[in-house]
């Protein structure tokens, strides 16, 4: 089935500082990426779609220079959280989206998800 | 907006107890129709999907039928395990906004005693 790792599972960092999470789909290329914020006990939260070599959609109410994500290949997307304070504390997950092509084919497959704690 | 609304947990079920976790969805589209579980600590796996009106998805042992008529996509098991336990997300997928965005549900906590 369809792998999607990310890196670090978990980290730690101090407030100003930035931290950088890889999402990597490990056996098929994909074209799109999600990236998710989830806090405790609650659900998922979309913060930006990334497309392969261009520039990701953010949601309304995240900031795009806090927040700066990359879609370098199609097998990898990266999420810099930069100048990190406590308030961004929280699970970060990012999904891949395989494209088979044909109406309500494209599944997303989620990654384990990065715990980050802002000290 | 579309939107996903999911009964509220947390649902405690014994072992080998019948499972429904209620969904309903709004649309203005033709959405796709996802189940997807959280264990403690993890990411999210797709547990089963329908694409289209009267499609069941199914997986082990759950099993969920989108139906158009009622916008609803009802989560069941027959027998559950304690390993089941989890939070189970329902989600919808609506093409026609075009990256295939995932609504998601609140969640629900679904906790199997022995």
């Known amino acids: 089935g369809a792998v999607v790792s990310q890196h670090p599972s978990w980290v730690i960092c101090k407030s100003g500082t930035s931290v950088k999470i890889e999402c990597r789909s490990l056996d098929f290329q994909a074209t799109t990426m999600f990236w998710y914020r989830q806090f405790p006990k609650q659900s998922l939260m979309l913060m930006a779609t990334s497309n392969e070599g261009s520039k990701a959609t953010y949601e309304q109410g995240v900031e795009k220079d806090k927040f700066l994500i990359n879609h370098a290949s199609l097998t990898l997307s990266t999420l810099t959280v930069t100048s990190a304070h406590p308030e961004d504390s929280s699970f970060y997950i990012c999904?891949?989206?395989?494209?088979?092509?044909?109406?309500?084919?494209?599944?997303?497959?989620f990654g384990p998800g990065t715990r980050l704690t802002v000290l | 907006g579309d939107s996903v609304t999911q009964m509220e947990g947390p649902v405690t079920l014994s072992e080998e107890a019948f499972l429904t976790i209620n969904c309903t969805y709004t649309a203005t589209g033709y959405p796709s129709l996802f189940w997807y579980v959280q264990y403690p600590g993890e990411g999210l796996q797709l547990l089963l999907k329908?694409?289209?009106?009267?499609d069941k998805g199914s997986n082990k042992g759950f099993e969920a039928t989108y139906r158009k008529e009622t916008t609803s996509f009802h989560l069941e098991k027959g027998s559950v395990q304690v390993s089941d336990s989890a939070v189970y997300f329902c989600a919808l997928s609506d093409p026609s906004g075009g990256y295939n965005k995932l609504i998601f549900g609140a969640g629900t906590r679904l906790a199997v005693h022995p």
């Open positions: 329908a694409t289209k009106a009267d």
């Open positions: 999904s891949a989206q395989e494209r088979k092509g044909g109406r309500g084919a494209n599944t997303q497959y």
